[in-house]
């Protein structure tokens, strides 16, 4: 961290206090000096305060020259949340969200980070409303969707239900209309003008559907020429890396999905004469190849992660280097970064070590057919000898005992359902197959857990910057709203501490698994950051991610400061190099952190877009689903093949029922209620592929029958 930075937040942290008064500069700066005993020459605190005053963290009172909090200026910072053309909501630091009317929206759309002041509203349940002055940072900067001419414009028809101003196409380069085409928005007011930056293919194109979505989440597809060109120009001394690197006398092996290409992770296990298990886990050395600085690298930082969608991989790095020279493919002699753990009866890592390394797997075995080994024992038919399955078993044996400590410690494991879905050669969705965890994805699990666990406490040892895997805990009032609904079923939750929810999930009835999902709502979202605060769901003080640098950014970032640290020997820093690189970690975490919240997002729009293709087929067709969430505008069905569909309040009004806000539950005159967690009866009335929404109406709940009386008998998927 710099000294202008000391100063600024030094700053901050004076004009937070909740008894701050306005205050000149000179009295700033007397603060400074005496709380904080900084020198410094007043320029550089003039320049701080600039800065300050430009990003919104404070405010200037012309007339008399003094610095105000936001508090005092009536002026925050906040997102805005549009529910609908005519009002939506800006978050607050101190007080809940405020409404905002549209004709204060200033030319902010939905989730833009704005800033705002306060003021009265005789007319809105709060009293108070918010008037939104700046845009500061844009939610949306690029659209997509169908470039279509009317009255001698182009125009861009867009599926996304948040932009309902009209979008015009002032430059279409090559795009014709009927064309599914990326635009960036060059003016935003009550007409977004726009220009054509990517031609995705015509409306009929097959998979244009998934990329539209992933071009709308900025999913970059194509590697530009420039890098291909440097990733085939790939040259190294294979035969000196032969002869300086470890070689390991064991049987090695990969366990993915039979599809996977990007392998980047082997392990071995033995048990040794002490009674302990030696674990090694082998990882795709992808920092040798990929180097600082190149175009590859900033390629894969503008990235951050490969992203899995239906029915392709976009990945992080170009296929040679995923698919080929960093993929650990067998029988081929690959370059690792291996971590060897001795691990005792307790689960505990008595010794490791971190290596550079050269492996060539003994056999590629898969998930599914380890599974069909593992929990059917059908051992004659696949292809494996009895050395492999003895090897399993053994790696049966150390997960229990890993899982275990992890289960003592209070790690919270949610044990979630994931969709398959399944296309047809025109890529339309034509299955959907709900898929659980076997015994051999634990395996891998519980290996890569104690890897990760083991790189990030040696590292964080030595006390130099790095990147953390970190997991802050819940949110209080989340928590407590949470005791409250588990209470009125008869569990209880106590404290907000891992082991806790960790009993709860545990204590569930099986009629009851919906819970799960406010728990999951519950928790706060891991990132990746250079303080290490521990990980609250997995319980574990230490964690980073260092097992899968094939595709994902931090992954690498940990390879390559691993190679500088115990590798090169480059741990002498001074002051500056080490709050430099610190700060470096910092920006790279932040923005990885981002790309994977928008790749999960992309992930979870597609998957959202070809259940409700799916569904389209059967419109009328009535389901029995288990209600997951209650709200004022209706309530949320989900069916056994994990699709969720919503039973809109008008339909429930029609029903007779209406919502109580006080229980959280639709009741009707008799008292009839509907609550989280019951089985349901819904017919499908409506599946709309554009805007990925599902609808259902009641048939019949378990207290009572609707106005479309019982069915014997109901269609279910």
Request: hydrophobic letters at 35%; a negative charge; charged letters at 30%.
């Amino acid at each position: 961290m710099n000294y202008k930075e000391i100063i600024k937040n030094a700053i901050i942290e004076i004009v937070s206090q909740i008894d701050y008064q306005a205050k000149t500069l000179d009295e700033l700066k007397e603060i400074l000096i005496n709380n904080y005993e900084f020198e410094f020459k007043d320029d550089a605190l003039i320049d701080s305060l600039n800065e300050l005053l430009a990003q919104y963290e404070i405010f200037l009172n012309k007339k008399k020259d003094k610095y105000l909090s936001n508090r005092l200026a009536n002026k925050y910072k906040g997102y805005i949340s549009i529910k609908h053309n005519d009002y939506g909501f800006v978050s607050n630091p101190y007080y809940p969200d405020f409404y905002v009317d549209c004709e204060d929206f200033n030319s902010a759309l939905d989730k833009d980070y704005v800033l705002y002041h306060v003021t009265e509203d005789r007319f809105g349940a709060s009293g108070y409303k918010a008037v939104i002055l700046d845009v500061i940072k844009r939610n949306y900067e690029y659209l997509v969707g169908e470039l279509y001419f009317k009255n001698n414009k182009y125009y861009l028809k867009t599926n996304d239900k948040k932009i309902t101003k009209p979008v015009i196409v002032n430059l279409v380069k090559n795009a014709k209309s009927k064309d599914i085409v990326r635009v960036k928005i060059n003016s935003y007011g009550e007409i977004l003008k726009c220009e054509v930056i990517d031609i995705l293919g015509d409306s009929n194109t097959l998979g244009i559907d998934i990329s539209s979505i992933a071009a709308q989440y900025g999913v970059l597809r194509e590697f530009s020429s420039e890098v291909i060109e440097e990733v085939n120009n790939i040259d190294i001394d294979f035969d000196y890396e032969y002869k300086r690197r470890k070689h390991y006398d064991i049987a090695i092996y990969t366990i993915d999905g039979e599809d996977a290409k990007d392998l980047d992770d082997a392990v071995s296990l033995r048990k040794l004469d002490n009674g302990n298990y030696e674990l090694g886990v082998y990882i795709a050395d992808v920092s040798f190849y990929v180097r600082e600085g190149m175009l590859t690298d900033l390629e894969a930082l503008t990235r951050g992660t490969s992203v899995y969608l239906v029915d392709r991989v976009i990945p992080m790095l170009p296929v040679r280097l995923s698919n080929d020279l960093c993929s650990l493919n067998p029988n081929e002699e690959k370059l690792v970064i291996s971590c060897i753990m001795e691990i005792d009866q307790q689960g505990n890592v008595v010794t490791s070590s971190l290596e550079e390394g050269i492996i060539k797997t003994t056999k590629r075995l898969s998930y599914q057919k380890c599974n069909i080994v593992l929990e059917k024992g059908l051992v004659e038919e696949i292809d494996y000898d009895q050395g492999i399955i003895d090897n399993l078993q053994l790696m049966v044996e150390l997960r229990d005992i890993l899982n275990q400590k992890r289960t003592r410690r209070g790690s919270i494991d949610f044990d979630t359902i994931e969709p398959k879905i399944i296309l047809n050669e025109a890529g339309i969705a034509i299955d959907i197959i709900p898929i659980e965890r076997g015994i051999s994805e634990t395996i891998i699990e519980e290996f890569m857990i104690v890897c990760n666990e083991t790189v990030a406490e040696f590292i964080s040892s030595l006390d130099l910057p790095f990147i953390y895997r970190v997991h802050d805990k819940p949110d209080n009032i989340k928590f407590q709203m949470l005791k409250t609904m588990v209470s009125k079923l008869g569990y209880k939750l106590q404290g907000l501490y891992p082991k806790e929810l960790q009993k709860l999930l545990n204590a569930l009835d099986s009629k009851d698994n919906y819970i799960k999902n406010s728990m999951l709502r519950l928790m706060a979202k891991a990132i990746y950051s250079e303080e290490n605060i521990g990980h609250f769901g997995l319980a574990s003080r230490f964690y980073t991610h260092f097992t899968s640098p094939i595709r994902r950014y931090p992954d690498l970032l940990v390879h390559r400061l691993i190679r500088r640290y115990i590798f090169n020997h480059q741990n002498l820093l001074s002051d500056s190099e080490y709050f430099e690189l610190k700060e470096q970690i910092a920006s790279i975490a932040k923005q990885n952190s981002n790309s994977e919240r928008s790749a999960m997002e992309c992930e979870f729009a597609v998957n959202d877009m070809k259940k409700a293709e799916y569904m389209s087929s059967f419109i009328g067709s009535i389901y029995e689903g288990i209600v997951t969430s209650i709200h004022k505008f209706g309530i949320f069905v989900t069916l056994p093949n994990t699709v969720d569909g919503l039973i809109r309040k008008d339909n429930l009004r029609i029903n007779g029922f209406s919502f109580d806000n006080y229980s959280n539950v639709f009741i009707n005159r008799n008292g009839r209620k509907i609550t989280l967690g019951e089985n349901v009866k819904v017919r499908l009335i409506n599946a709309n592929k554009k805007t990925s929404e599902i609808d259902f109406e009641l048939v019949y709940n378990n207290k009572g029958v609707s106005r479309y009386g019982k069915y014997k008998g109901y269609r279910k998927k």
